[in-house]
């Protein structure tokens, strides 16, 4: 099985910085991708940003110049540095993994794993 466990949610003011950290651990081959997502009340979950193995990212528009995405291979661990945090980004963020995982031998790629969310909150 694959665990995905997220730091460093928590309360910050309208400009402040934040950063979050997700690291995968479990019966892993490979990682095509990590990525960020967030859920506000009452909202659909939506994408905040992804990186691949090969470094390529992707940024929702609304996040694109203040949140930056980055991930440690070694480490199975993928970060995202928010800054010019804005009251719209309070949410509950939720670490997604695209791996490749071994189960009897065989190998199966899994996009639908996830970490337990973690609550943001800017104020203003």
């Known amino acids: 099985q694959v665990q995905l466990v997220e730091s460093g949610g928590g309360l910050v003011q309208a400009g402040g910085s934040l950063s979050l950290s997700c690291a995968a651990s479990g019966t892993i081959f490979s990682i095509n991708a990590m990525g960020w997502y967030r859920q506000a009340p009452g909202q659909q979950r939506e994408l905040v940003a992804k990186?691949?193995?090969?470094?390529?990212?992707n940024y929702a528009d609304s996040v694109k110049g203040r949140f930056t995405i980055s991930r440690d291979s070694a480490k199975n661990t993928v970060y995202l540095q928010m800054n010019s945090l804005k009251p719209e980004d309070t949410a509950v963020y939720y670490c997604?993994?695209?791996?490749?995982?071994?189960?009897?031998?065989?190998?199966?790629?899994?996009?639908?794993?996830w970490g337990q969310g973690t609550q943001v909150t800017v104020s203003s």
């Open positions: 997604n993994a695209d791996v490749v995982t071994t189960v009897d031998s065989l190998r199966y790629r899994r996009s639908d794993y």
């Open positions: 990186i691949t193995s090969g470094g390529n990212t």
